[in-house]
């Protein structure tokens, strides 16, 4: 049985998406709209991160090892360190960047280093890893979380990867809780306010887009539990600060059911990222056709609202689809059903 937290007072206008678990368990304690797409901006590095980590735990990195930082990552937006091309960084210090000060280049210089020089095969690995330690509703375009209309994630999903973490490599969680951290004579502070500020609070990442808006990634140990808050979606930075801080008052001493992670395997991690939608049939759904991909987007959420299914958005010169494949005959019908008992159209593709 599912024992879920009261919801907070005007929620609806505090966050788009919320979730508490537990760490250890992985018991849900508190969800709201949890598994609805948003775009999760900074919260991406935390995948960047896992797969550093990945590398370091296999001897494949060091954190003594020097990445070279090429002009594509210099060129990065803010935030950023604002390193030149050419030159190099420590691993460790690259760590602490992308953990404390969410560097959009330094996140770059990782994904670089770690695939071959490229950004975008680096982005496949993070989606096809996130399959593997069950994360069904992401997908990943960069290494960063800059703005881009495919790159999607929920609640639900961010929860999974930050309990990954923290069970699959512990000698690093350190990382993640770091305040301040000084580099060529400059102090950075870590956005997460809850850190010194809450009892037993020790991570772990915050993040900001216009689309996205304000999100935060918090966890706290107290009477020998660990527990993740991810708000997203909120106007301001007080808001998911405060958001955050009353899911955690309230979630210490409850349980519900459980979140599940796999072990990657190393062997397929380099393969190309699963379909976004899957099934065993060979029929699918088309959801409706939209003049812009924020459109679409937005469809696609409503999909996922009505149906249970993550579509994919495909572009046709000028058009973006909401499309489902793989789905059997009956699958098909039924979620066609579905979407249309919502006064929404859509059509079988055979």
């Given amino acids: ?18 979730i508490v678990a537990d760490m250890d368990t992985g018991a849900i304690l508190f ?12 919260l991406t590095k935390i995948m960047t991160l896992y797969l550093t980590f990945d590398a370091l735990e296999s001897g494949r990195l060091h954190l003594s090892d020097q990445l070279i930082v090429s002009a594509a990552a210099a060129n990065a937006p803010p935030v950023k360190l604002g390193l030149a091309a050419g030159s190099k960084i420590s691993v460790d210090d690259a760590i602490k960047a992308v953990a404390v000060h969410s560097a959009n280049d330094v996140a770059r210089v990782l994904a670089e280093n770690l695939r071959g020089g490229r950004e975008a095969t680096f982005a496949s690995m993070m989606t096809d890893v996130a399959n593997q330690i069950g994360l069904s509703q992401t997908n990943f375009e960069n290494a960063s979380g800059l703005p881009d209309d495919d790159h999607l994630s929920s ?16 000698g690093y969680w350190k990382y993640f809780g770091i305040r301040n951290w000084t580099y060529g004579g400059r102090t950075y502070t870590n956005g997460n306010k809850l850190l010194g500020n809450y009892a ?10 216009n689309s996205a808006r304000y999100c935060l990634v918090a966890t706290a140990a107290r009477d020998g539990k660990n527990i993740v808050t991810v708000v997203l979606g909120a106007p301001n930075r007080d808001v998911r600060l405060n958001a ?9 001493g ?6 599940k992670i796999e072990d990657p395997d190393e062997q397929t991690a380099v393969q190309k990222p699963k379909p976004v939608s899957s099934g ?31 579509p994919k958005i495909e572009q046709t010169g000028g058009m973006f689809r909401v ?28």
């Fill in 280 to 310: 065993g049939g060979k029929s699918g759904v088309q959801f409706g056709a939209f003049g812009s991909r924020n459109a679409a987007t937005e469809q696609a959420k409503k999909v996922q609202k009505y149906t249970g299914i993550v």
């Fill in 244 to 252: 955050s801080r009353k899911l955690l008052d309230r979630a210490f």
């Fill in 155 to 170: 609640a639900r999903d961010i929860a999974l990867l930050a309990i990954a973490i923290h069970q699959h490599f512990p």
């Fill in 200 to 209: 037993g609070a020790n991570g772990m990442k915050t993040g900001f887009t």
């Fill in 31 to 42: 969800r709201d709209r949890d598994e609805e797409l948003n775009y999760p901006a900074s």
């Fill in 1 to 18: 049985m599912l024992y879920a937290l009261a919801p907070l007072a005007a929620h609806a206008s505090e966050y788009r998406a919320a």
């Fill in 254 to 259: 409850t349980e519900s059911r459980e979140l």
């Fill in 323 to 350: 499309r489902a494949y793989g789905l059997s005959a009956t699958a098909a019908d039924g979620a066609c059903k579905k979407f249309r008992d919502q006064k929404l159209d859509c059509f079988i593709i055979k």
